[in-house]
Nanobody, 130 residues
Framework: HVQLVESGGGLVQPGGSLRLSCAASGYTYSSYCMGWFRQAPGKEREGVAS???????DYMDSVKGRFDISQDGAKNTLYLRINNLQPEDTAMYYC?????????????????????????WGQGTQVTVS
């Protein structure tokens, strides 16, 4: 049973930084991708970054240069570093995992497909920039 638990959100002033974490457990699949999504009030959930098991990454165009996704395999933890936070970054941030028993998945595929690519989700962590 795959479990994803996010942490690290909070209230930050514009220009500040945060590092979100997602502790993953319960899977030993040979193929996976991980991603971060965000959902602001009244808006659709959007994918902001993805990473595959080979370290490939992809980002939504509007966050490139400010967001950095990484993973620590030894700790089974996914991270999202957000720099120069802006009020428009205010949202609930979700960690997601796509796991398969076989086949290769890439970060580019994951970001392009979006929500439908993933089959496991965390509960979210709130980021407020004000």
């Amino acid at each position: 049973h795959v479990q994803l638990v996010e942490s690290g959100g909070g209230l930050v002033q514009p220009g500040g930084s945060l590092r979100l974490s997602c502790a993953a457990s319960g899977y030993t699949y040979s193929s996976y991708c991980m991603g971060w999504f965000r959902q602001a009030p009244g808006k659709e959930r959007e994918g902001v970054a993805s990473i595959d098991r080979y370290g490939g990454t992809d980002y939504m165009d509007s966050v490139k240069g400010r967001f950095d996704i990484s993973q620590d395999g030894a700790k089974n933890t996914l991270y999202l570093r957000i720099n120069n936070l802006q009020p428009e970054d205010t949202a609930m941030y979700y960690c997601a995992a796509a796991v398969r028993t076989s086949g290769r998945m890439t970060a580019v595929q994951a970001l392009r497909v979006g929500r439908a690519f993933y089959n496991h989700w965390g509960q979210g962590t709130q980021v407020t920039v004000s």
